[in-house]
């Protein structure tokens, strides 16, 4: 039993990480890319600093042929509530690229409170980019 929990635990990780991972992450190193997987109007009112948007009802081998395949790209939505970050993440890893999803989207990176950018932009920590 605890083998399986053990499993259970280091497959959510490989696959998920939370705002604060996401924060350090940019902060360390180039590995990450946060991908805004929702519609452009939600992109544009607020976002993730230098993430991209690529809503995932738009994900093809042809859209995403300029993007590169040895980032991690993070994958978002809303939050809890919305699952267009699953739906992202699932087409992104099925095109073959390295993919996690982050967990409670864009209302958790706010909620741990850390800044936003778009027209309707919240205030919060910002990080110094390791790009």
């Known amino acids: 039993m605890m083998q399986k929990q053990i499993e259970h635990y280091e497959n959510k990780l490989a696959f998920?990480?939370?705002?604060?991972?996401?924060?350090?992450g940019f902060e360390s190193t180039t590995e990450y890319i946060a991908l805004d997987t929702r519609k452009a109007f939600?992109?544009?009112?607020?976002?993730?600093?230098?993430?991209?948007?690529?809503?995932?009802?738009?994900?093809?081998?042809?859209?995403?042929?300029?993007?590169?395949?040895?980032?991690?790209?993070?994958?978002?939505?809303?939050?809890?509530g919305c699952n267009a970050s699953t739906k992202g993440a699932l087409k992104m890893t099925k095109l073959g690229f390295k993919v996690k999803e982050l967990i409670g989207g864009i209302e958790w990176w706010k909620l741990d409170g850390y800044a936003t950018e778009g027209t309707k932009p919240t205030k919060?920590?910002?990080?110094?980019?390791?790009?």
């Open 42 to 80: 939600g992109f544009e009112k607020e976002h993730i600093p230098t993430a991209i948007n690529l809503p995932h009802r738009e994900m093809t081998a042809t859209t995403t042929k300029h993007l590169d395949k040895s980032k991690t790209y993070v994958c978002y939505c809303d939050g809890i």
């Open 16 to 24: 998920e990480m939370d705002p604060s991972d996401l924060y350090d």
């Open 124 to 131: 919060g920590a910002t990080f110094e980019c390791a790009c």
